[in-house]
């Protein structure tokens, strides 16, 4: 009995090798089997162990992209098209109208509007805009030496939370989905407990958070009731710009875990249960079949949980506002918070064009991280 | 066929109605301002202490005019700004707003929002006002000359132009002690120096360990700056030398031996910070020491009201201004009281002569006095020769620690020595590294907040 088990070994176990009753049908893939492939897929999981080793790859090849295509969403099939006729097409228009004529005031006039002001001096109140080409980005970058500092030191920080935030929130979310997954009794109230922080998020959460962590907090009182006196923080964790920032990347990951963790179940139980049993018959173990067979499965999935927190890291910037206002010193500043205090917090400075400029800046890499999500993704594939 | 045409023909016109009817929903309502009818008026106040007195004064308004006036307080600072940033944008202005006096009244007067009330005051309301305030609001020749340079906030206004009234008065750089906790110390004198500041404060942390600091709403970093080491750096230099501080002359500025030495001076007081003062903001601070968390709490005349609001009982207050050092320039240090708020009127304000009756009225002794009262600040006004009668003792208190203007009197309405794009938040923050956060040393220090001004100074001189 072999203990090195991959998803391809599992797979076999599915697909031919060890499979001697036919296909175990989950409710995915009694779904894909209603397209022409899925049920060669099946035909071909259903060959027996004599099968030849050509029938038995190409089984092997289609039933693991059936099984990614379980995590990340149904196999692609092709649907007959439905044609409509103009009565059903005109209402069909008439439906989506409003939405597409609000987006285009709401978002494409904002969205230009943001463009146009990233090009120009203004403090929102004056009536005109002064035209300052490039000087906004130039300025922010390396031209300023007021804002070019002070940019870049929120950079860095941003650049912590960025990889800190997603990969923590991973790391806690993924083992948490699988503990629950597998929990016998009171997976519901369970759930509802670590989704809690989800639900709760807000300002009135990030406020209980700053009396947990200030001098005289709960996790002072914790640590001291524990003997861990040494640990404490006498300024508080907030106040101590040693430990601002990463008391700050623990409470995003805090509220970050629930979603994260609710798209890991989701993929969890979409996963074919028959790859568990072969695992198992192979003789892999909880940690073998988690790190061997689900993580490679939920890939897809944590592609998403980290470019979502990628993008919370990039562009958020409330629990900062609340928490620290970029404080202590500057000490906490981060990209998305250092746009807000250029557009609102400059004793009406005529800034707003500076804080346009770096909210475009913004989009920019995240676009640039979209897309090299996106290539990576279809490289994995 | 027919059907489905007609059908579709309804639904394309109803879409059109919907959105129609949205889009005028989201479309200026003007209901900021009054109706236009002379009768009922709004006014906007960015501060919540400010609320129930304007209230209270609008009711003794509408009793004697019978003009109806809704106050609205839009807290905190910065949705003050985007409030009236929208509203400036969609015509939506109020008929009156509070505003910081040389802040918003500028900005928004420099952006035709307000109405120049240089010749709408008369001489027998401008007497209303105390003469050193008087002035307050109107642009000067040398406010015009700062609005023309690269940046300004203020770019737009011109000299003369009166864009608010003075409704408040005050100063920063007060000191509110716990007057129990300094007599079980044994100090029942308020320190005239910085020297004798300090030891109280030692003496104080001696016998409440726990609770014995000093704090001060650092979370917005501004405040250590103006609030408390500038007022002890004017005495400790004099005028001059403290206003080159914020020149670009390496020989005077902060990165010089007398920026050093104020910054020395200064950290002095780093053991005696309540802990996590650098987290807390206005409020909060002020309600640490409301709730008897720190023995010592930097402020304002502005303050007291907070402190009132929040249960403090100001008879167990000890007040004092922020002490020069013994050896300074300046031995009898006073501070000057200057415009705090003031009242601003729009110029899309369909209401002009009912809100100016309104602002003439808050002016009048005995309007503005029962104003102070309710809401325990300083009305631009004479309060005659015992203002303890009219504000109770802690406010009169406080007043005694004015001075007029002159060289040994701290006036920290007077920026005109900085940079136009000076941010005393960016420069606050670099003075917090070294006090409370210990990151940087007092040379350190000077030189980093030097190369930042250095840096609005370029920019404003193009």
Same mark, same amino acid.
């Given at each position: 009995?072999?203990?090195?088990?991959?998803?391809?070994?599992?797979?076999?176990?599915?697909?031919?090798?060890?499979?001697?009753?036919?296909?175990?049908?989950?409710?995915? =893939?009694?779904?894909?089997?209603?397209?022409?492939?899925?049920?060669?897929?099946?035909?071909?999981?259903?060959?027996?162990?004599?099968?030849?080793?050509?029938?038995?790859?190409?089984?092997?090849?289609?039933?693991?992209?059936?099984?990614?295509?379980?995590?990340?969403?149904?196999?692609? #099939?092709?649907?007959?098209?439905?044609?409509?006729?103009?009565?059903?097409?005109?209402?069909?228009?008439?439906?989506?109208?409003?939405?597409?004529?609000?987006?285009?005031?709401?978002?494409?006039?904002? *969205?230009?509007?943001?463009?146009?002001?990233?090009?120009?001096?203004?403090?929102?109140?004056?009536?005109?805009?002064?035209?300052?080409?490039?000087?906004?980005?130039?300025?922010?970058?390396?031209?300023?030496?007021?804002?070019?500092?002070?940019?870049?030191?929120?950079?860095?920080?941003?650049?912590?939370?960025?990889?800190?935030?997603?990969?923590?929130? *991973?790391?806690?979310?993924?083992?948490?989905?699988?503990?629950?997954?597998?929990?016998?009794?009171?997976?519901?109230?369970?759930?509802?407990?670590?989704?809690?922080?989800?639900?709760?998020?807000?300002?009135?959460?990030?406020?209980?958070?700053?009396?947990?962590?200030?001098?005289?907090?709960?996790?002072?009182?914790?640590?001291?009731?524990?003997?861990?006196?040494?640990?404490?923080?006498?300024?508080?964790?907030?106040?101590? @710009?040693?430990?601002?920032?990463?008391?700050?990347?623990?409470?995003?990951?805090?509220?970050?875990? @629930?979603?994260?963790?609710?798209?890991?179940?989701?993929?969890?139980?979409?996963?074919? =249960?028959?790859?568990?049993?072969?695992? #198992?018959?192979?003789?892999?173990?909880?940690?073998?079949?988690?790190?061997?067979?689900?993580?490679?499965?939920?890939?897809?999935?944590?592609?998403?949980?980290?470019?979502?927190?990628?993008?919370?890291?990039?562009?958020?910037?409330?629990?900062?506002? *609340?928490? =620290?206002?970029?404080?202590?010193?500057?000490?906490?500043?981060?990209?998305?918070?250092?746009?807000?205090?250029?557009?609102?917090?400059?004793?009406?400075?005529?800034?707003?064009?500076?804080?346009?400029?770096?909210?475009?800046?913004?989009?920019?890499?995240?676009?640039?991280?979209?897309?090299?999500?996106?290539?990576?993704?279809?490289?994995?594939? | 066929?027919?059907?489905?045409?007609?059908?579709?023909?309804?639904?394309?016109?109803?879409?059109?109605?919907?959105?129609?009817?949205?889009?005028?929903?989201?479309?200026?309502?003007?209901?900021?301002?009054?109706?236009?009818?002379?009768?009922?008026?709004?006014?906007?106040?960015?501060?919540?202490?400010?609320?129930?007195?304007?209230?209270?004064?609008?009711?003794?308004?509408?009793?004697?005019?019978?003009?109806?006036?809704?106050?609205?307080?839009?807290?905190?600072?910065?949705?003050? $700004?985007?409030?009236?940033?929208?509203?400036?944008?969609?015509?939506?202005?109020?008929?009156?707003?509070?505003?910081?006096?040389?802040?918003?009244?500028?900005?928004?007067?420099?952006?035709?929002?307000?109405?120049?009330?240089?010749?709408?005051?008369?001489?027998?309301?401008?007497?209303?006002?105390?003469?050193?305030?008087?002035?307050?609001?109107?642009?000067?020749?040398?406010?015009?000359?700062? !609005?023309?340079?690269?940046? !300004?906030?203020?770019?737009?206004?011109?000299?003369?132009?009166?864009?608010?009234?003075?409704?408040?008065?005050?100063?920063?750089?007060?000191?509110?002690?716990?007057?129990?906790?300094?007599?079980?110390?044994?100090?029942?004198?308020?320190?005239?120096?910085?020297?004798?500041?300090?030891?109280?404060?030692?003496?104080?942390?001696?016998?409440?360990? %726990?609770?014995?600091?000093?704090?001060?709403?650092?979370?917005?970093?501004?405040?250590?700056?103006?609030?408390?080491?500038?007022?002890?750096?004017?005495?400790?230099?004099?005028?001059?030398?403290?206003?080159?501080?914020?020149? %670009?002359?390496?020989?005077?500025?902060?990165?010089?031996?007398?920026?050093?030495?104020?910054?020395?001076?200064?950290?002095?007081?780093?053991?005696?910070?309540?802990?996590?003062?650098?987290?807390?903001?206005?409020?909060?601070?002020?309600?640490?020491?409301?709730?008897?968390?720190?023995?010592?709490?930097?402020?304002?005349?502005?303050?007291?009201?907070?402190?009132?609001?929040?249960?403090?009982?100001?008879?167990?207050?000890?007040?004092?201004?922020?002490?020069?050092?013994?050896?300074?320039?300046?031995?009898?240090?006073?501070?000057?009281?200057?415009?705090?708020?003031?009242?601003?009127?729009?110029?899309?304000?369909?209401?002009?002569?009912?809100?100016?009756?309104?602002?003439?009225?808050?002016?009048?002794?005995?309007?503005?006095?029962?104003?102070?009262?309710?809401?325990?600040?300083?009305?631009? $006004?004479?309060?005659?020769?015992?203002?303890?009668?009219?504000?109770?003792?802690?406010?009169?208190?406080?007043?005694?620690?004015?001075?007029?203007?002159?060289?040994?009197?701290?006036?920290?309405?007077?920026?005109?020595?900085?940079?136009?794009?000076?941010?005393?938040?960016?420069?606050?923050?670099?003075?917090?590294?070294?006090?409370?956060?210990?990151?940087?040393?007092?040379?350190?220090?000077?030189?980093?907040?030097?190369?930042?001004?250095?840096?609005?100074?370029?920019?404003?001189?193009?």
């Amino acid at each position: 009995m072999t203990s090195h088990v991959t998803p391809d070994s599992a797979l076999r176990g599915v697909g031919g090798d060890g499979d001697q009753n036919g296909p175990r049908h989950s409710p995915h =893939t009694a779904a894909a089997t209603s397209s022409p492939p899925a049920t060669d897929a099946t035909a071909l999981a259903a060959t027996p162990a004599s099968a030849t080793a050509a029938a038995s790859n190409s089984a092997q090849k289609f039933a693991q992209k059936s099984a990614r295509g379980s995590a990340s969403g149904p196999a692609k #099939t092709r649907r007959p098209r439905i044609r409509y006729n103009r009565t059903e097409s005109r209402w069909g228009y008439a439906f989506v109208a409003p939405a597409l004529i609000l987006f285009a005031i709401m978002g494409v006039y904002t *969205i230009g509007y943001g463009l146009a002001l990233s090009f120009a001096r203004w403090n929102g109140f004056s009536p005109n805009w002064e035209w300052v080409g490039f000087q906004n980005f130039t300025d922010l970058l390396f031209g300023s030496k007021t804002y070019a500092p002070r940019v870049q030191a929120a950079a860095l920080n941003t650049l912590w939370v960025c990889i800190a935030v997603p990969v923590l929130t *991973i790391a806690v979310s993924f083992p948490l989905a699988i503990i629950l997954n597998s929990a016998k009794r009171f997976q519901g109230i369970l759930r509802s407990v670590y989704f809690v922080p989800y639900v709760t998020t807000g300002i009135a959460v990030y406020l209980a958070w700053q009396y947990i962590l200030e001098p005289n907090g709960a996790i002072n009182g914790l640590l001291r009731v524990l003997g861990l006196g040494s640990l404490t923080q006498p300024q508080g964790f907030l106040g101590n @710009p040693d430990t601002a920032l990463p008391t700050l990347i623990i409470v995003l990951v805090w509220s970050a875990v @629930p979603v994260a963790m609710l798209l890991y179940l989701t993929g969890l139980q979409s996963l074919d =249960t028959s790859v568990f049993e072969a695992a #198992t018959l192979d003789g892999a173990g909880w940690w073998r079949t988690n790190t061997s067979i689900v993580w490679p499965l939920l890939r897809a999935t944590t592609g998403i949980v980290f470019l979502l927190n990628l993008r919370d890291a990039l562009q958020g910037f409330q629990i900062f506002l *609340i928490m =620290t206002n970029g404080g202590p010193g500057n000490h906490t500043n981060v990209l998305g918070l250092e746009t807000y205090r250029l557009a609102f917090l400059s004793e009406l400075s005529p800034t707003l064009g500076l804080a346009s400029a770096l909210g475009w800046m913004l989009f920019l890499a995240a676009l640039a991280i979209a897309l090299i999500n996106q290539r990576l993704e279809k490289r994995a594939q | 066929m027919k059907r489905h045409r007609s059908l579709t023909r309804t639904a394309a016109l109803a879409t059109t109605l919907t959105l129609g009817l949205a889009l005028t929903a989201c479309a200026s309502s003007g209901d900021n301002a009054g109706g236009g009818d002379g009768k009922s008026l709004t006014l906007w106040t960015f501060k919540q202490t400010h609320a129930t007195a304007l209230e209270k004064t609008a009711e003794d308004f509408k009793a004697k005019t019978g003009i109806t006036v809704k106050v609205q307080a839009i807290t905190p600072d910065d949705a003050f $700004v985007t409030k009236t940033q929208a509203a400036a944008k969609t015509g939506d202005f109020p008929d009156l707003l509070e505003v910081h006096s040389r802040g918003e009244d500028f900005t928004f007067g420099a952006a035709g929002l307000l109405e120049n009330l240089a010749d709408k005051i008369t001489p027998e309301w401008d007497k209303n006002y105390l003469e050193s305030v008087r002035n307050e609001g109107t642009v000067t020749a040398a406010d015009f000359k700062s !609005s023309q340079e690269t940046g !300004s906030k203020i770019a737009g206004v011109e000299e003369g132009q009166r864009l608010s009234v003075p409704l408040t008065i005050g100063t920063f750089g007060i000191v509110y002690a716990n007057k129990e906790r300094l007599a079980a110390a044994g100090i029942t004198e308020a320190p005239k120096t910085w020297e004798e500041f300090i030891a109280a404060l030692d003496a104080v942390k001696k016998t409440n360990p %726990d609770n014995g600091g000093v704090t001060i709403g650092l979370k917005s970093p501004s405040t250590g700056l103006e609030w408390l080491m500038q007022p002890m750096g004017f005495g400790q230099l004099g005028k001059g030398p403290f206003e080159a501080l914020f020149t %670009d002359d390496k020989s005077k500025n902060w990165s010089s031996e007398n920026g050093t030495k104020v910054l020395s001076e200064y950290n002095k007081i780093t053991p005696y910070w309540m802990p996590g003062s650098q987290t807390l903001d206005i409020d909060q601070a002020d309600l640490s020491f409301a709730q008897g968390k720190s023995s010592f709490l930097v402020g304002g005349t502005f303050t007291l009201s907070f402190l009132n609001q929040n249960g403090f009982d100001t008879e167990n207050l000890m007040t004092f201004p922020v002490p020069p050092p013994a050896d300074g320039a300046v031995k009898d240090l006073a501070l000057a009281p200057f415009s705090l708020t003031g009242l601003s009127l729009s110029s899309t304000s369909k209401n002009k002569d009912a809100a100016l009756k309104f602002m003439e009225f808050v002016s009048e002794p005995d309007n503005a006095k029962k104003f102070s009262t309710n809401a325990l600040d300083l009305a631009p $006004v004479d309060l005659g020769a015992d203002p303890s009668t009219e504000v109770g003792p802690v406010l009169g208190a406080m007043m005694a620690a004015f001075g007029e203007a002159g060289p040994n009197t701290y006036n920290p309405g007077n920026t005109s020595y900085r940079p136009n794009q000076y941010d005393p938040g960016d420069v606050g923050a670099l003075l917090m590294n070294m006090t409370p956060l210990a990151q940087t040393d007092p040379a350190q220090t000077g030189s980093k907040m030097a190369e930042l001004i250095d840096s609005y100074w370029v920019t404003q001189k193009g």
